[in-house]
Antibody, heavy 117, light 111 residues
Framework: EVQLVESGGGLVKPGGSLRLSCAAS????????MNWVRQAPGKGLEWVSS????????YYADSVKGRFTISRDNAKNSLYLQMNSLRAEDTAVYYC??????????WGQGTLVTVSS | QSALTQPASVSGSPGQSITISCTGT?????????VSWYQQHPGKAPKLMIY???NRPSGVSNRFSGSKSGNTASLTISGLQAEDEADYYC???????????FGGGTKLTVL
């Protein structure tokens, strides 16, 4: 079964940092691009970042560029999102999702990041 | 404000058909056949329902179909069932600095 499990969310003060992880199983992780998508409470989906299968290509939304860093470890079947200089507007559930069919499938269950003093 | 425009809500009775629109520009929906649709039940992760405008992943009911005309994509659900009540989001590849854009989401109510 293809599965993605996020971890690392929590409560952090404005200006702080957090590192999210996504553990993948049930598929050849190194063959797929991976993505982070977030959803603020009661709001819609927002694409955050994408990384190609070999980490050669990396993309960020303008809202996080310069503050967030996506990375992956194909040997550990893991995806990461290092989040620095966090702001209140970064509060959201963060999902990791496999890139396939020029879309996102499947999605993990999400991890909640709350930025508040 | 989301990059793609969807109606905030739609509704239909069991057995009926509904269509959800997703309007973008020639830089996203109109320029590429990389439109996908996602279903999200409350408190759950999104689920891919349609990819590349009109293709269904394995396991998705054939009651779900997608299409595109110009800068507007559409998701049609036929034979509405109570379990279809959920939020639906469209997404598209974009040639702008943002690689992917989403619609604001549409809440489907099955009356």
């Amino acid at each position: 079964e293809v599965q993605l499990v996020e971890s690392g969310g929590g409560l952090v003060k404005p200006g702080g940092s957090l590192r999210l992880s996504c553990a993948a199983s049930g598929f050849t992780f190194s063959s797929y691009s991976m993505n982070w998508v977030r959803q603020a409470p009661g709001k819609g989906l927002e694409w955050v970042s994408s990384i190609s299968s070999s980490s050669s290509y990396i993309y960020y939304a303008d809202s996080v560029k310069g503050r967030f860093t996506i990375s992956r470890d194909n040997a550990k079947n893991s995806l990461y999102l290092q989040m620095n200089s966090l702001r209140a507007e970064d509060t959201a559930v963060y999902y990791c999702a496999r890139g396939i069919y020029e879309g996102f499938d499947p999605w993990g269950q999400g991890t909640l990041v709350t930025v508040s003093s | 404000q989301s990059a793609l425009t969807q109606p905030a809500s739609v509704s239909g009775s069991p057995g009926q058909s509904i269509t959800i629109s997703c309007t973008g520009t020639s830089s996203d929906v109109g320029g590429y056949n990389y439109v996908s649709w996602y279903q999200q039940h409350p408190g759950k992760a999104p689920k891919l329902m349609i990819y590349e405008v009109s293709n269904r992943p394995s396991g998705v009911s054939n009651r779900f179909s997608g299409s595109k005309s110009g800068n507007t994509a559409s998701l049609t659900i036929s034979g509405l069932q109570a379990e279809d009540e959920a939020d639906y989001y469209c997404s598209s590849y974009t040639s702008s600095s943002t690689l992917w854009v989403f619609g604001g989401g549409t809440k489907l109510t099955v009356l």
